[in-house]
């Protein structure tokens, strides 16, 4: 007998280990109430709060609104499935609320189950992302920075190509040629363009606008 009782305190302390150590915090909701029945030690680190602050508290205290909103649109999407044996666990990002105030994000993957004459439940596991989340929005604008570079870049090029239709160049030293046909360095021609450009800057219209004003 004191041997199946060390064991069953063995697995006990074993589950709690593994409960304190997991980065991500296993839980069980009631479906109809939206409370939690379990957490895992784990939650503490993620969300500052322990597991018996979870416990018969409403996921709807710990979920932003737009969040608990969220997961109560997908479970009534959910919910007609899993009478039919439709089985499926969903993912999905939301935003939760830390003990001190701050809000964090999280990707929840759970999923509905029943136990022969038991209640519907809601088995999931929770995983702090926020980090990642940083990190896409920084690859995110990192690629649309790339992309408006490099549509500058082509406008550019096309700009170049036209204006070289128009401007002159020497047939033996290859120098642009200003209107007077004197000879310019590709460096030395863009310094002149540039001066130009700032000449005529000033309240320089076409004659399309100059119509229209």
């Known amino acids: 007998m004191s041997t199946h009782i060390e064991q069953v305190k063995k697995f006990e302390s074993n589950q709690k280990l593994l409960s304190e150590s997991s980065i991500d915090a296993i839980w069980t909701l009631d479906a109809e109430t939206l409370k939690y029945e379990y957490m895992t030690e ?12 979870y416990i018969n508290r409403s996921a709807s205290e710990r979920l932003t609104p737009q969040s608990f909103q969220k997961i109560t649109k997908i479970l009534a999407q959910e919910l ?11 993912a999905i990002e939301v935003q939760l609320i830390h003990k001190n105030g701050q809000k964090y994000w999280a990707l929840i993957k759970a999923k509905l189950f029943k ?15 926020s980090d990642l989340r940083l990190l896409k929005r920084q690859k995110e604008k990192l690629i649309k920075e790339m992309k408006d570079l490099t549509s500058k ?3 550019l090029l096309k700009e170049n190509e036209i204006l070289k239709q128009f401007i002159p160049k020497c047939s033996k030293c290859n120098k642009f040629c200003d209107e007077n046909g004197s000879g310019w360095t590709l460096s030395a021609f863009e310094l002149y363009l540039k001066k130009r450009k700032k000449k005529n800057s000033n309240g320089t219209l076409c004659n399309d606008c100059k119509d229209h004003v």
Do not use: Q
């Not at 784990?42 to 602050?53: A, L, N, R, T, V």
């Open 115 to 129: 136990e022969p004459g038991g209640k519907l439940k809601i088995i999931g596991v929770t995983r702090e992302i």
């Open 153 to 155: 870049n082509d406008k």
């Open 80 to 90: 007609p499935k899993f009478e039919k044996g439709i089985k499926k666990t969903r």
């Open 42 to 53: 784990s939650i503490k680190k993620m969300s500052g709060y322990g597991p018996d602050e």
